[in-house]
């Protein structure tokens, strides 16, 4: 299993930016999928996810209406579309699976910062 994340930056308060999810070495377009973020001293915490053949999602109270998670199963990859930034969405974000493939098993994320 290997999941990358990439699309992070620098980003300026109300700006936006799209994270991408490359996912191998399982059966990508049978798993729901999640996006994580884990700011400085805090816990990983669920930001968004989406089911196998990307009808159904969901998201955390504080990204809904600013966030939208996709998915291309063709191209084993998923998206994060991140609109309206505020500095409190500065963080490292992850994905995986859902349910895990490999249990304790996360990429190297990517690094989200908000700041003006």
């Known amino acids: 299993v290997q999941l990358v994340e990439s699309g992070g930056g620098l980003v300026q308060p109300g700006g936006s930016l799209r994270l991408s999810c490359a996912a191998s070495?399982?059966?990508?377009?049978?798993?729901?999928m999640n996006w994580y973020r884990q700011a400085p001293g805090k816990e990983r915490e669920l930001v968004a996810t989406?089911?196998?053949?990307?009808?159904?999602?969901d998201y955390a109270g504080s990204v809904k209406g600013r966030f939208t998670i996709s998915r291309d199963n063709a191209k084993n990859t998923m998206y994060l579309l991140m609109n309206s930034l505020k500095p409190e969405d500065t963080a490292v974000y992850y994905c995986n699976a859902n349910p895990r493939v490999v249990p304790y098993y996360w990429g190297q994320g990517t690094q989200v910062t908000v700041s003006s």
């Open positions: 989406i089911s196998s053949g990307g009808v159904s999602t």
């Open positions: 070495g399982f059966t990508f377009s049978t798993y729901g």
